[in-house]
Structures are given as C-alpha cells and as structure tokens.
C-alpha cells in the first residue's frame, strides 16, 4: 500500500509487542560509531540521527532507538487490534474506523440535515470508491473522518442545546486530531 501504511502497521506492531513508542534495535547498536554514516548518515538534525527504514527516524545510534515518523494515535490502534485478534485485527482497525467514520457522517449529517438528507449522505459516501479504497488499508484519513464529523457532533450539542457535556467530548476528539496528522489544524 506505500510508505504510510506499512509504516503505520510496522509501528503499530512494534509497539503491541514491545510495549514502547521507541523500539530498540539491536543491529543499529552494534554498527561501530566510526562506520555508522555508511548505513546511516547524520543530518545534524536535533531531533533525529538519520532514517533507519523508510519512515522511521534513527533517534540514538548507540543504544538503536528507532521512532515511527508518523503521530501515533493509529499505530497505538493497531497496536490494540494486534493484542485483540493478532494480525487479522491489526487489518481490520482501518476497516472499523472506516464504519464509526459512516456512523459520525449519519449522525453529524441527521443533527444538521436531518435523517433523510443524512441517509443519503453516508450511504453515498459508503458507495463511492474513494471510500471503500481507503478503508482497506490502514491510513489516517479514515480515522480522521470518524474523529472530525464526531467532534462537529459533539460541538453542534455543545453549542446549540447549550450542554456542557458535549464541550469537552467535542475539545477531545479536536485534540486527538493532532495526535493523528498534524495538518488537521486546518479542520479546526
């Protein structure tokens, strides 16, 4: 599926089996400090060593800690669908995302629409192949579909039927938006 799934899966996986954001390589480690910019050259970056593997960054040569390069609400998601069901589950995370996100269309779209109009909506958003190809593999579009028509829910709650409750849910989900792209700032 290209570099953002398979790092997405790698990571994810990584961090169900070792329980850590930062896995430690053991061959990164052993490469002497004086042949290391062969196999993995500095930038003279602050914040990483160099690239590993394609998208992971090389954060300390000498003890191997390689970071995923993405945010990493989807990997931990991942990473609970491999503790569910293994790899089966690791592959059916963007498949679930991908129904909570038709779920947040219908209910944000009956909020402002009304039901017929909401129907309609997520049942031609179910259809179309946009939809139905990136809820295949896993990506953080889908996840940030369900997260973005939720919050506007939750905002439409807190704002119209004046309920405090919803304010915070709403608050959340924008939060956990950044945790997955970055550029969702320009949603908010």
Not at 1 to 24: C, F, W
Not at 31 to 49: E, I, W
Not at 114 to 140: C, D, E, S, T
């Amino acid at each position: 599926g290209g570099k953002d799934p398979g790092t997405y899966m790698n990571e994810g996986i990584q961090i169900a089996q070792r329980g850590s954001l930062v896995t430690h390589d053991h061959a990164v480690a052993t490469v002497p400090a004086a042949y290391r910019d062969l196999f993995f050259p500095s930038y003279n970056n602050a914040y990483y060593y160099s690239s590993r593997f394609m998208g992971f960054f090389l954060v300390n040569p000498d003890e191997g800690a390689v970071l995923g390069q993405f945010p990493h609400l989807l990997p931990a998601w991942i990473a609970i669908g491999y503790g569910i069901d293994g790899l089966t589950g690791t592959r059916n995370v963007t498949a679930a995302w991908a129904i909570l996100g038709l779920v947040a269309i219908y209910m944000a779209g009956a909020r402002l629409f009304g039901r017929a109009a909401a129907a309609a909506g997520a049942g031609l958003v179910a259809i179309n192949v946009i939809q139905i190809w990136f809820g295949r593999y896993p990506n953080a579009e889908i996840v940030m579909q369900a997260l973005l028509f939720g919050a506007l829910l939750a905002w439409s709650r807190a704002h119209v039927d004046d309920d405090g409750f919803f304010a915070p849910v709403s608050a959340s989900l924008l939060g956990l938006l950044l945790f997955l792209r970055f550029d969702t700032v320009l949603a908010f």
